[in-house]
Nanobody, 126 residues
């Protein structure tokens, strides 16, 4: 059974930074393409950032480009999302997800992810 556990969320003022972590257990972490999603109240879950299985390719939603950075540490079985210059509109529950799709392209569709964490709340005050 694969488990994903997010941490690092919290309350931060606009302009501040947070780093989210996602610890993966139960299967070789390097087997997965990885992604971060978020869901704000009353909105659908949206793709935020993704990292391809191989090649280190990344992709970000336009609203976070230049502010967020996704990375992975295969030795620690952990996925990260460094979030800088946070804005109130970044407020949401953030989820990490793992996909068994293995190629050099970043997986962006919710339905193509196989495993999900429970989410961590990020609140950005103005």
């Amino acid at each position: 059974q694969v488990q994903l556990v997010e941490s690092g969320g919290g309350l931060v003022q606009a302009g501040g930074s947070l780093r989210l972590s996602c610890a993966v257990s139960g299967r070789t972490f390097s087997s997965y393409s990885m992604g971060w999603f978020r869901q704000a109240p009353g909105k659908e879950r949206e793709f935020v950032a993704g990292l391809s299985w191989i090649g280190g390719n990344t992709h970000y939603v336009d609203s976070v480009k230049g502010r967020f950075t996704i990375s992975r540490d295969n030795d620690k079985n952990t996925l990260y999302l460094q979030m800088n210059s946070l804005k109130p509109e970044d407020t949401a529950v953030y989820y990490c997800a793992a996909s068994l799709i293995r190629n050099t392209v970043v997986v962006v569709a919710n339905r193509q992810y196989d495993y999900w964490g429970q989410g961590t709340q990020v609140t950005v005050s103005s």
